[in-house]
Every structure is written in C-alpha cells, then in structure tokens.
C-alpha cells in the first residue's frame, strides 16, 4: 500500500520534532520490552544445558526439581541451581534473566524484615516491597498490565465514541437531541461511588474495569466527533457523494472519518496516559486489580504506608513521570505533526 505524499510530509515533521520522536522511541522499546518481559524479569532460567540436554523453561511447562537431579518434586529454583552448577564447576550451566525474580515471589531471609534496600549482590535493584517481592519486577509487569489496559481502553472508548459522534452529527435530528440528553444525565452519574458499589459487590478484574470505565469515558470523544461531523458532512465533497449515489455508510466512513482522522490520532496519546492514571488511582485507593496483581497503585499505597522505604516511591514515582511525560511530548508531536491547518490551503 503507497503512502501518500500528504502522509510522508506529516511523518517527516513528526521525525522532525526530536523531543516527541525520541519519546516515542523510547516508549516503543518500553512497550517490547514489557511484553518480552518473561525474558528479561523472571525467576525461571532462559536456558538450563544439563547432561547434555537443552532446556528452556521460560515459555515452557514447569520443571520439578528432580528433572536437574535435585530432591523434590516442586518447581526448580533455578537461581539455585545456577549456584549449583557455578559450584561444581563442570558442562552443566543456567543462564538466567537479569532480573531473576518474578513478580510474585516472595525473597525473605530469615535474619532480615522486609523491605530492603537496593543491592546489587543479591540482584534486587530496586530493593524489595513490604512482602519481600522486588520491587523491578512489580514495575515492569505493572507497566505492562497499565499499558495494555489503557490501550483496550482507549479502543473499546474510541470504538463507542466514535460510532456514536457520527451518527449523531451527520444524521442530527431526534437521534442528535435524545444522545445529548443521555450523555447529560449520566456525566452527573459519580464515577467513583459506582466503582465502590461494585467493589463491594464483586472482586473486579481486568475486564471490569475496562467495562465500567468505558461505560463512563466514551462521552468526550463523543462530543469531539459529533462537532467534527457536524462541519465535515456540509463540506462540498460530502454533497458531491451524496449526489453520486453513495449510502449514508460510505460517506461516513469512506469520506468523513479519513477526514477526521488526524484529530482522532492526537487524542490517542493523552487517551493513553488518562488511562494509566486511572488504573493507578483505583489500585491506589484499594478498588483497583484485586492482589496480588502487579501494580503501580498498589506500590505508590505501600511508598505511603512504609516512608523509610524510600526506593518503593522513588522508583513507581519516577516510573510514572518519565512514562507519562513521554506520552506528552509525543502527543505534543502528533498534533504539530498531523494538524490539519499545517497541511491545507484555504481558497
């Protein structure tokens, strides 16, 4: 598919704008390396080399102990046959990620109290949380839970919006007035009473919330795309298609829509970013993913209850700027980039 000479001058001014372009290179490798994520934080080995034999346990089953000659049935602990083949100094070895703790594991030694600070040695770098998990290992699988959640989101949001603000603004009308009455008595409806009420009613997950939250959040683009539609089905082009013969579906879709698209597309970044705060804010505040699932939230609630653990709060803290910011710039340079009145002459 050819990428039209429009299309190429709006993506030379995005590599244009270093800040926004380097932000989103930077979120790019953020978001791979979130969902390779096993490969880079985890408590199973990437590779075991053991009698000859190659093992690789990190998307595979789970291996007992005995399958590496160790006493018991349960899970391998691979750090400590790592250590094992270290010491014995023979062909056998395991080469674990560098972060070799997952998200859920408990390290606690019996002479020291949870959390811990940073160390090196013992591979914790950013210490440990207040039930001796490391603290790395709940960011990364927490930015990724957080990402993948403002982005079904943000689709489920713009797949309601979107459809509705069309339709209100080109077929107007009784179907117009009637979505706007709607749209004002239930953006007076609290959001956060209702997440409580189903809160104390069941235990929500990961689809709960995108479904209460996408019940509360598709009325703004709504409102965005309804005004947009209003404008664009009076221009010429539309009376042209309409005159030809075109279904109301084709001209929405075929003519209005790709000549919204650029105002949809700078929305998305901050659509994004409104999401990851929302996701924090309720695991903070307890109504959020049930534990204990990684979570941003969740660590920014034990920063406040344990303030001499100060690496829990800078490190979800300083998480949570950089993310955030990077989303700005590059929602900055789209909408420099595809701004519309950048790219059109006015006769």
Not at 9 to 38: N, Q, S
Not at 116 to 136: C, I, K, N, Q, W
Not at 159 to 170: E, K, P, Q, R, T
Request: glycine share 8%; with cysteine.
């Amino acid at each position: 598919m050819a990428i039209s000479p429009l299309t190429k001058r709006k993506l030379r001014r995005f590599v244009g704008i270093k800040r926004g372009y380097y932000a989103f290179l930077l979120l790019t490798t953020l978001i791979v390396a979130a969902c390779a994520a096993e490969l880079l934080v985890n408590n199973r080995a990437l590779v075991v080399h053991y009698q000859g034999h190659w093992y690789f346990p990190t998307y595979g089953d789970i291996l007992p102990g005995h399958t590496f000659g160790l006493g018991y049935d349960y899970e391998t602990n691979y750090r400590e046959l790592a250590e094992r083949f270290r010491l014995l100094d023979g062909e056998d070895w395991a080469w674990l990620p560098p972060v070799p703790y997952n998200a859920f594991e408990n390290d606690l030694r019996p002479d020291t109290l949870p959390p811990e600070p940073p160390s090196l040695a013992r591979r914790h770098y950013l210490g440990t949380d207040a039930s001796g998990r490391d603290v790395l290992a709940r960011l990364v699988y927490g930015f990724r839970i957080a990402i993948f959640f403002s982005l079904g989101l943000m689709a489920a949001t713009y797949v309601v919006g979107i459809s509705l603000g069309c339709a209100m603004g080109y077929y107007g009308g009784w179907f117009d007035i009637l979505v706007q009455r709607i749209i004002e008595i239930w953006s007076t409806v609290p959001f956060l009473y209702v997440v409580i009420i189903i809160s104390s009613i069941v235990v929500p997950n990961f689809w709960w919330l995108i479904a209460i939250m996408v019940i509360f959040g598709w009325m703004g683009m709504t409102w965005t795309v309804r005004t947009v539609t209003y404008k664009e089905k009076t221009r010429d082009y539309v009376l042209a298609a309409r005159v030809l013969g075109a279904s109301d579906l084709r001209i929405i879709f075929r003519h209005i829509l790709p000549n919204t698209i650029s105002l949809i597309v700078t929305y998305i970044p901050f659509s994004i970013s409104g999401g990851i705060v929302a996701l924090t804010s309720l695991d903070y505040l307890g109504f959020g993913l049930p534990p204990p699932t990684p979570s941003w939230g969740e660590l920014l609630q034990q920063a406040w209850a344990n303030f001499s653990a100060w690496w829990i709060g800078f490190s979800v803290i300083g998480a949570m700027v950089t993310t955030l910011v990077a989303v700005t710039f590059v929602g900055e340079a789209i909408r420099e980039a595809f701004d519309p009145k950048m790219h059109t002459v006015y006769e």
